[in-house]
């Protein structure tokens, strides 16, 4: 096949720089590096290896690596595991969730949604990384790894530097990620005014919270969404008023949050709350042969769930792209319009659906209306993102 006959002249060219002792790797080595094996960036190197393109991928972690954000995936993203071959295995080890129960100032409604899934974030980000692996990619990890201004790639392998010059690198290293440190170009923008995200992974079932469901708990400063993990555990992600974390601390918006409805804050283990600052934000989404996917290209307010969905479902559409930028083709219009393509109509409606959250008083009323409100119908319907 295709693939194979590159791979040979791909290892024999490895073979030859490592036998030589150089550090710059030959420019026709890899057609192209992704960097960052989460979601996004297993799901690009899956892509790219089966159309032929030589591809390596890289994340600075040693895997399996352990992640303490919760695994809750929408049925979009499900589809995108289909369309790997592994959407059988993966789910066959998750845990369906086919109810939203959305909680506000003591009231309470129980929403039927299509059925998520909820995933251990280390075999999964297993998963996907074999069956790049399994189209011809080939995975490195405990290698860190920065974009320079000629769009090379700088290893840093064991304290030894190694410099790769591929023909397109497509950035997936989340929003902690430094790789692109070096190129001011794509420095984020970060709206001081968003909600902070906090999250973590519990190792006891909340009282309040349903065993089958995501519980969503609605507050004047922000919402806290729970639900059950593979393993017994279960993942708690939240959205805060960035004013009251600044005053007060996460763990007492939390509590805030919950207290308005008169549930206890879950115990959390000293130094396990995660949080990723505040949550809009966005970067330039491409600049020569460097494209950005997943939470690094940018990142908003989703509902519980969302994030890898959105990160999977943006990665499966890079294929084209990037034969484009490596061929030299402008293409950041045309990687924006794709990603637009994908997600701004769900972005909308979680806005749309978090707008009404943010109005705890309101929602109350509505919940208590139960099932025969038009807008019980509406909620429900926009809460879930199924295959299109």
Known sequence: SRRRQRERPLAAAYAAAMASGSADIPGGAYDAVVIGAGPAGGVSAAVLAARGMRTLLVDRAKFPRRKLCGGCLAPA???????????????????????????????????????????????????????????????????????????????????REEVLRPEVVVVADGLGGSSLAERPEFAPRVSKASVIGVGTLLAARPSFADRDAITMVCGRHGYVGLAPAPGGLWSLAAALDPGYVREQGPLAALQNVLGESELPLPEIAKGQLRGVGNMTRRRRCASGRVLVVGDAASYVQPLTGEGMSWAMACAAEIGPIAEAAARGERVERRWRRARARVLLGRRLACRAVCAVAARPRALRCVLGMGEATAFSGWMSRRLCWGPS
């Open 77 to 159: 993203g499900v589809r995108v595991l289909d369309r790997l071959g592994i959407g059988g295995e993966v789910t066959s080890r998750a845990h369906p969730l086919e109810t939203l129960r959305v909680v506000a100032r003591g009231a309470s409604h129980e929403l039927p949604i299509k059925r998520y899934i909820t995933v251990e974030r280390s075999a999964f980000d297993q998963a996907i990384v074999e069956a790049a692996e399994s189209r011809g990619a080939e995975f490195r990890d405990g290698v860190g790894a920065r974009v320079q201004a000629d769009d090379s790639v700088r290893l840093d392998v064991a304290g």
